[in-house]
Structures are given as C-alpha cells and as structure tokens.
C-alpha cells in the first residue's frame, strides 16, 4: 500500500569567495549551493512525462498494486501501484524523516488519520531557515572553500574541463540561458500534462 508521496528535501546555502564582491556572480563559488532531490527512485514529473509521453518507466522505480515492479505509469499513478523509495531502507528512512518533519510538524494531514493526503489535499511543508552568523563567521566563505575544493577533486577526470560539478550548477546554467533567451522549451505532451493537472489535479486512483 502507497503511503509515501515523492516526500523531496532541498537546501540552499550562501556561498561568496573572499576574493569577491558580492555582486560577482562570475564564479560558481559565488553562486549559492542548492540541492532539491525526491526522496523517491524517480520524482512525481518523470512518472508524469512517461504518461504523457506513454513511455516506460525506467527499471525498479515503482510498484504495481500487487507489489511487483512495474514500468507502467499509469498502472503506479492510478491504478493502484506506487513510486518506489530511492537507496532501499536509506531511502525509505529518509522520506519517513521528511514525513515526521514536513507532514506532522506543519499541520498537514497526517498519514492514518485521513483517507489519504491526496484526498485530503493536504500535504504539508515545513520550511526551516538558520542564521550562521550566530554560530560561526564568515559561514559564507567557508562554503565556498568546501565547494571549489570538492569541484577541483576529480583531478582532470570528469566533468566540464575536468572538474567536478557540484549540484545544481547545472541547473543555474541552464536556467541563466533561458531567461537569455527569453523562452523555456516544453514538450507539446509535458504542457498539455501540466495544463490537464492544473485544471483536474493529480490522476485519481
């Protein structure tokens, strides 16, 4: 039985080299570090794309309402199944965490005492927000330190000019091109997806 959604976490952290102004965002170092993950083996959007798109899932990513595995997003969307935890029990530990923190904490519906969340649409998120100058100084800098010295570990190896990418540099690249441009691309099925889901909601099981 479903009784996880995707339960994702994201972190953002202020990063700044002492070398730098603040208005220098020529450098990765001055680019804040951020990391959004799901904790599950795909996120909601790439269930959603394969159903548009009427593509498989990838392998060992979701569950069919017997519990087999299943590469069928509609059979994990609505009939029944559910999206797998990422990582086994690392996985399944961690979206309990989000779940005690994001879903209990924030006054949202909480799992057994509702039907479901999604009937109950209600969710729940739970932000949590610390100011490092009251623990530590120059916080900042020191983010910056770890981040350019973990970029250039790969040692020539990997990564654009052999450098390790730290996540979500890739992003705020692609980003910084699209407002460029003035434009974001989005596959006809992906659009009509969002539009469907903005009208209706979610797929009904």
Same mark, same amino acid.
């Given at each position: ?133 009251? %623990? !530590?100084?120059?916080?900042? @800098?020191?983010? #910056?330190? =770890?981040?350019?010295?973990?970029? &250039?570990? *790969? ?7 052999? %450098? !390790?990418?730290?996540?979500? @540099?890739?992003? #705020?690249? =692609?980003?910084?091109?699209?407002? &460029?441009? *003035? ?23």
């Amino acid at each position: 039985k479903a009784v996880f959604g995707t339960n994702p976490l994201a972190v953002g952290i202020p990063a700044r080299r002492s070398d730098t102004n603040d208005d220098d965002d020529s450098t990765t170092a001055n680019q804040p570090f951020t990391f959004d993950m799901a904790t599950s083996a795909i996120a909601l959007f790439g269930v959603l794309s394969a159903k548009a798109k009427n593509e498989p899932l990838p392998p060992n990513v979701a569950y069919a309402k017997d519990g087999s595995m299943t590469t069928d997003a509609t059979e994990a969307l609505e009939g029944g199944g559910a999206i797998a935890t990422f990582g086994g029990h690392k996985g399944a530990g961690l979206a309990l965490c989000v779940e005690l923190l994001a879903g209990a904490l924030s006054g949202g519906a909480v799992l057994g005492q509702v039907e479901s969340k999604k009937v109950a649409k209600s969710w729940g998120h739970t932000f949590i927000a610390i100011r490092p100058e009251d %623990l !530590v100084d120059d916080y900042d @800098e020191k983010v #910056a330190s =770890i981040l350019e010295t973990v970029k &250039a570990s *790969g040692g020539g190896g990997g990564g654009e000019n052999g %450098l !390790v990418r730290i996540p979500g @540099e890739n992003s #705020a690249k =692609i980003a910084a091109e699209r407002r &460029a441009v *003035g434009y974001m691309p989005i596959p006809i099925q992906i659009w009509e997806s969002i539009v469907e889901t903005s009208q209706h909601g979610l797929p009904g099981k």
